[in-house]
């Protein structure tokens, strides 16, 4: 089990920057994978970016550049920091953590999400 506590959304204007954040219950070591979902309304839930446990990280096409994906293992933390906000990166942002079990068993853990608002 992993639990999943974010926080640092808000509201913005558009070309502002935010910071998300998001605590595990657990060494981050331990977990496959982390990084972060968005979902506006009417609109499906996209991948943000993504961390793996090498390091490695991968972002949507429509944030490269703009959002950094970094993890504190000390603090079994992993933070998205947000720069050039446009107005169409509102959304509920969505923390997640994958956990591998024997190489194949999948578990997917998610945070409560936090609201990310950026005016024009």
């Known amino acids: 089990q992993v639990q999943l506590v974010e926080s640092g959304g808000g509201l913005v204007q558009a070309g502002g920057s935010l910071r998300l954040s998001c605590a595990a219950s657990r060494s981050i070591f331990s977990i496959n994978a982390m990084g972060w979902y968005r979902q506006a309304p009417a609109k499906q839930r996209e991948l943000v970016a993504g961390?793996?446990?090498?390091?490695?990280?991968n972002y949507a096409d429509s944030v490269k550049g703009r959002f950094t994906i970094a993890s504190d293992n000390a603090k079994n933390t992993v933070y998205l920091q947000m720069n050039s906000l446009k107005p169409e990166d509102t959304a509920v942002y969505y923390c997640?953590?994958?956990?591998?079990?024997?190489?194949?068993?999948?578990?997917?853990?998610w945070g409560q999400g936090t609201q990310v608002t950026v005016s024009s």
């Open positions: 961390i793996f446990s090498g390091g490695s990280t």
């Open positions: 997640f953590a994958r956990v591998v079990v024997g190489g194949s068993s999948e578990y997917d853990y």
